[in-house]
């Protein structure tokens, strides 16, 4: 298996831009994880889909920022406009909830920078 | 809301020297206690996880140890190597995991 997939690896823009992050998860994974990881605010949960469907966004920051899981093998996230300060590496994960299958599966990152 | 902390949040040992890193966290219906490892510029890495049913696990030099009336639980490292120099994030769940602020551990040969 290939693990979770994560594009691009590196994003550099400028403020104001669209940014589209992608990520296809482990296949067979039922639950996936947008998280941001900064310095300063450590590695924080943006949002999760189960079954791609929205369980909780409580973590999305502000209306800029909105994902999307249209089938079971991809997600967006997406930051419009985006500001200096959503500099970040942002990373998914993906894992099988069922039973005692709770491990969380990361992809290998989004390094975004905002200038 | 979940508030985790570890402690301490930096570790320097010596190898071959144990290291301890604890949780504390706040919600009493967390039942899943993972630990994460992550090395410079790399995803986190599950590195052991533990359920509320039972109070230690062991893998080879780690292990996990929970305390659910005291809501914490704890990272074991015996005999360390400075291949495990890297931040350990504790990550208390069901399902939507709070990660802790992380703890970075060093160890020098």
């Known amino acids: 298996d290939a693990g979770v997939i994560q594009s691009p690896r590196h994003e550099v823009t400028e403020m104001g831009q669209e940014v589209t992050l992608r990520c296809k998860p482990i296949?067979?994974?039922?639950?996936l994880f947008w998280y941001r990881q900064t310095m300063m605010r450590g590695l924080e949960l943006l949002i999760y889909f189960n079954n791609n469907v929205p369980i909780d966004d409580s973590g999305m920051p502000e209306d800029r920022f909105s994902a999307k899981m249209p089938n079971a093998s991809f997600s967006t996230l997406k930051i419009q406009p985006s500001e200096p300060r959503d500099s970040a590496v942002y990373f998914c994960a993906s894992s099988l909830l069922a039973g005692d299958q709770e491990t969380q599966y990361f992809g290998p990152g989004t390094r975004l920078l905002v200038l | 809301g979940e508030n985790v902390e570890q402690h301490p949040s930096t570790l320097s040992v010596q190898e071959g020297d144990s290291a301890v890193i604890k949780c504390t966290y706040s919600d009493s219906a967390s039942n899943y206690f993972p630990w994460y490892k992550q090395e410079l510029g790399k995803r986190p890495q599950l590195i052991i996880d533990?359920?509320?049913?039972?109070g230690e696990k062991k893998d080879q030099r780690i292990a996990v140890t929970l305390n659910k009336t005291a809501k914490h639980f704890s990272l074991h490292i015996t005999e360390t190597q400075p291949e495990d120099s890297a931040v350990y994030f504790c990550?208390?769940?069901?399902?939507?995991?709070?990660f802790g602020t992380g703890t970075r551990l060093q160890v020098f040969p």
């Open positions: 990550a208390p769940g069901p399902d939507k995991l709070i």
């Open positions: 533990i359920r509320s049913n039972v």
């Open positions: 296949s067979g994974h039922n639950s």
